[in-house]
């Protein structure tokens, strides 16, 4: 039997904290990553709720922050690399060290995808993926070599691709970071995500009593609400804004 899943409830200004994955919550999935579109209407309406909720709004992504923030996100608190750094509504920027094995990973990843057509690498700060969208008679042999330079990291699955990354952290210890610390602190959090990396986030705000939102088709997930793709999110958010009555 399919799962039902309601659409969520509106945000409570006085009461939510709100959290949003970026890539197929906020925007579409692209074909490649720095092919993303994120339109002004959406940066403008994203600051506009974080007025209305009193900052208490942050992007919670598997991106680095400087490529966040290269795509208009720089005056938002944010946690990037799958919680392995994060800045606060102070501004203040921290980030773990780079484990020297990613090195290793990022050598043989370059080679791997330049040896394949449609293979797509992506270099982090803390991270490296590889990308098969283009290319999914190449999805077994990604995986394949991500997991012979996982020692030491940790191996994490996402829509299409597979990327080794800093061990330790996930969506779901960066926002019980940003919880802990103003303006989110005892707030009710709100998480929005569509990836299987999301899950940890929706388990993290379902302890904390808040609730996740599931954004694309039903599937099993910790995610109490689901929205059905970036669309149906951007709609979601601009409703907050209107004029009440």
Do not use: N
């Not at 009193?54 to 922050?65: E, P, Q, T, W």
């Not at 996100?73 to 990037?80: C, D």
């Not at 700060?125 to 996982?150: C, K, V």
């Amino acid at each position: 039997m399919t799962r039902t899943m309601p659409e969520p409830p509106p945000l409570d200004p006085s009461r939510d904290a709100l959290f949003l994955d970026f890539d197929g919550t906020l925007v579409p999935l692209a074909e490649r990553p720095e092919a993303v579109h994120v339109p002004d209407t959406l940066i403008e309406r994203l600051h506009r709720l974080a007025d209305r909720l009193d900052g208490r709004l942050a992007i919670v992504s598997g991106r680095y922050i400087a490529d966040l923030d290269g795509f208009g996100l720089g005056a938002l608190p944010v946690a990037g690399s799958h919680g392995g750094e994060w800045r606060l509504a102070d501004g203040e920027h921290c980030a773990l060290p780079r484990p020297k094995s990613l090195d290793a990973a990022r050598e043989a990843f370059v080679a791997f995808s330049a040896a394949r057509e449609g293979v797509i690498f992506e270099d982090k700060p803390l991270g490296a993926a590889l990308h098969f969208r283009l290319a999914p008679q190449h999805a077994d042999a990604s995986i394949a070599l991500a997991r012979e330079h996982a020692a030491g990291l940790h191996l994490q699955p996402g829509h299409e691709m597979i990327e080794v990354r800093v061990p330790g952290v996930h969506k779901g210890t960066a926002i019980a970071r940003l919880m802990d610390v103003p303006p989110f602190a005892g707030h009710r959090p709100v998480f929005l995500g569509d990836d299987v990396t999301d899950e940890d986030g929706f388990a993290a705000v379902t302890s904390l009593e808040g609730h996740g939102v599931l954004i694309g088709p039903v599937r099993e997930s910790r995610a109490a609400y689901r929205l059905s793709d970036p669309a149906a999110v951007k709609a979601w958010l601009a409703a907050m804004l209107e004029p009440a009555g």
